[in-house]
């Protein structure tokens, strides 16, 4: 009997577990390199992370049309993966339903780069469990990574703000500094610790 592709991985990947929401840019694949590329680029000079630590890079002086450069066809395809969230990741789809949760929509030169980069970088999330968004506030989980505390504020499950540049004076949710600590977290929900 034919079963379509949805029909496996249903087959394949009974409901039961936890859901973990799990957002990309900031979290697992980092911008920031990036974006000091294209300053230097633009400037001449590379900006010490004292200048920009605590905001974005494009919010530096005469920066703004940075920002830009996200609306590029190729700006997301070739980002550096967060060190060690491939491990990380890997283990919390043993443990959890790892959904890779993304506002791409805001960006939709975006929507393959970041197809791609996921199938290339983290296959055992699959492309049935990509979410390409614009409002997070629809995800329903238990769980969400994200770099942005807006998309925390409404979110109806626990919250885990990831830490970036941008987010580094938010103090309302449970922060994770890196991916060792997001393993810690994951543990200690699971009772493990």
């Given at each position: 009997?034919f079963?379509t592709?949805?029909?496996e991985?249903?087959?394949?990947?009974?409901?039961?577990k936890?859901?973990i929401?799990l957002d990309?840019?900031?979290?697992?694949?980092?911008?920031?390199p990036?974006f000091?590329?294209?300053?230097?680029?633009?400037f001449?000079?590379?900006?010490?992370?004292e200048?920009?630590?605590?905001k974005?890079?494009?919010?530096l002086p005469?920066?703004?049309?940075?920002?830009?450069?996200?609306q590029?066809?190729?700006?997301f395809?070739?980002l550096?993966v967060?060190?060690?969230s491939q491990?990380v990741?890997?283990?919390l789809?043993e443990?959890?339903?790892v959904?890779?949760?993304?506002?791409a929509?805001?960006?939709r030169?975006?929507?393959?780069?970041k197809?791609?980069w996921?199938?290339?970088?983290?296959?055992?999330?699959g492309w049935?469990?990509l979410v390409?968004?614009?409002?997070?506030?629809?995800?329903?989980?238990?769980?969400?990574?994200d770099?942005h505390?807006?998309?925390?504020?409404?979110f109806?499950?626990?919250?885990?703000?990831f830490?970036?540049?941008?987010?580094v004076?938010?103090?309302?949710f449970?922060?994770?500094?890196?991916?060792?600590?997001?393993?810690a977290f994951?543990?200690?929900e699971?009772?493990?610790?």
């Amino acid at each position: 009997m034919f079963k379509t592709p949805l029909e496996e991985f249903m087959n394949e990947n009974p409901v039961g577990k936890k859901r973990i929401a799990l957002d990309m840019d900031e979290v697992i694949a980092d911008v920031t390199p990036k974006f000091l590329d294209l300053y230097e680029r633009d400037f001449g000079e590379r900006p010490p992370r004292e200048v920009w630590w605590g905001k974005k890079i494009y919010q530096l002086p005469n920066a703004a049309h940075i920002r830009g450069y996200l609306q590029e066809p190729g700006f997301f395809a070739d980002l550096p993966v967060m060190e060690g969230s491939q491990e990380v990741v890997k283990w919390l789809t043993e443990h959890f339903d790892v959904y890779a949760v993304t506002a791409a929509t805001e960006f939709r030169n975006s929507l393959i780069d970041k197809l791609d980069w996921l199938d290339r970088h983290f296959p055992f999330i699959g492309w049935q469990r990509l979410v390409l968004c614009g409002d997070k506030r629809i995800i329903q989980a238990d769980y969400m990574i994200d770099d942005h505390a807006w998309n925390l504020e409404h979110f109806k499950g626990k919250g885990l703000l990831f830490t970036a540049s941008h987010n580094v004076d938010e103090e309302r949710f449970p922060r994770a500094e890196n991916w060792g600590e997001v393993r810690a977290f994951f543990e200690g929900e699971l009772g493990l610790k």
